[in-house]
């Protein structure tokens, strides 16, 4: 890790004595509030290393397939933690963690994005290229379809809603399809003048050899394993304590945490002016918890003792229904004022104050 700067050296000692705190702390039975406390701030500093290993490795396989990857993975401790979630059977927290996910990204991030934006903007408006978010918007249109229409069938007495395990997953098979025909031709088509494209988001030079780069990354995702059976583990008896909901943990906390990373990129990108790209980090997270992550977790939870569906509760529903809107028409033109940014992040202010109360 030579070739790591002094801080982040630094960084990833704190990682590493966090998650022993937090193993600690759950093999040692510690009270339920450390032991939740520890395992979030863990597993916020997993998704860090996470983040760093995937950068460090686009110098060793492309810029184009690390695009990828980086997505992929930079979702993996709230992969985890759904996965570890369903096996408890915390479904609630499973399905909240995702919608929290979306909403925290789509909303509260963005929202700050284009409010540091816009104020780095001289005319106080900050511009961007139109058609990644545009994009996003269409793969979170038909999720939100999807999931919409289930709703409509379990709550009109169709019959239709006798069937939702079946639906869901034909729709997460359909989602995930969607998405492959976005992803191949988005990845290797010839970007237009200013469009962020994966070639632009890359291009430092290589600090961390392949090999220590794939160390880095298998002890982080390894580490996030653990750290989301921990979290998972504590999270009831912290949250009896703590007089917080389940839903406020999965969509306010996991989500947070989950994608701590990308919060504090995309909103520092566009700070120092970088608009085109501090969109592309929020909204290429957003399409792909969308249309990959979501589903792909339906089809996982087939060999799970509790299976996750499309059918959320009509609150969940409907904000992501009115979220997926807000987005649309913030950022389909390209360009957002700082008051738009906080109306987003208002948005989301109030979701997460309802779910408190869930």
Not at 8 to 34: F, S
Not at 215 to 232: D, K, Y
Request: proline share 3%; net charge neutral.
């Amino acid at each position: 890790m030579a070739g790591l700067s002094k801080l982040e050296r630094l960084l990833l000692a704190a990682v590493a004595v966090t998650v022993a705190l937090a193993g600690a702390a759950n093999y040692g039975a510690w009270a339920a509030v450390p032991r939740f406390a520890l395992a979030t701030v863990a597993l916020a500093g997993l998704a860090w290393a996470v983040a760093l290993g995937t950068e460090q490795l686009g110098e060793h396989i492309g810029a184009a397939a690390t695009g990828v990857l980086q997505a992929t993975l930079g979702n993996l401790p709230e992969l985890l933690v759904v996965i570890f979630a369903l096996k408890a059977g915390e479904l609630v927290v499973a399905q909240t963690a995702l919608v929290g996910s979306l909403l925290a990204n789509a909303l509260l991030v963005l929202g700050l994005a284009i409010v540091a934006g816009a104020r780095r903007a001289p005319d106080g408006v900050m511009r961007f290229s139109s058609r990644l978010p545009n994009d996003a918007t269409t793969l979170l249109l038909v999720t939100v379809f999807l999931i919409v229409l289930i709703g409509l069938a379990l709550s009109s007495g169709s019959a239709a809603g006798a069937h939702v395990d079946t639906i869901s997953v034909v729709g997460a098979c359909c989602l995930l399809g969607v998405y492959g025909t976005w992803l191949v031709p988005y990845l290797s088509a010839k970007s237009p003048a200013g469009e962020p494209r994966a070639e632009q988001v890359r291009g430092g030079p290589t600090r961390l050899s392949l090999r220590a780069t794939v160390t880095l990354l298998t002890v982080a995702a390894i580490g996030a394993g653990f750290v989301s059976e921990w979290f998972v583990s504590a999270l009831h008896p912290a949250i009896a304590i703590l007089h917080i909901s389940t839903a406020f943990a999965g969509l306010v906390i996991v989500a947070i945490a989950g994608n701590a990373v990308e919060n504090v990129v995309s909103i520092s990108l566009a700070a120092r002016g970088k608009s085109d790209l501090a969109i592309a980090v929020v909204k290429s997270s957003v399409a792909q918890t969308a249309a990959f992550l979501f589903p792909a977790l339906v089809l996982i939870s087939l060999v799970l003792p509790t299976q996750l569906t499309f059918a959320l509760q009509p609150i969940y529903i409907g904000a992501l229904g009115l979220m997926t809107i807000a987005v649309w028409q913030v950022t389909a033109d390209g360009e957002a004022a700082a008051f738009e940014g906080w109306a987003l992040a208002a948005i989301y202010v109030i979701v997460a104050v309802v779910a408190a109360y869930q």
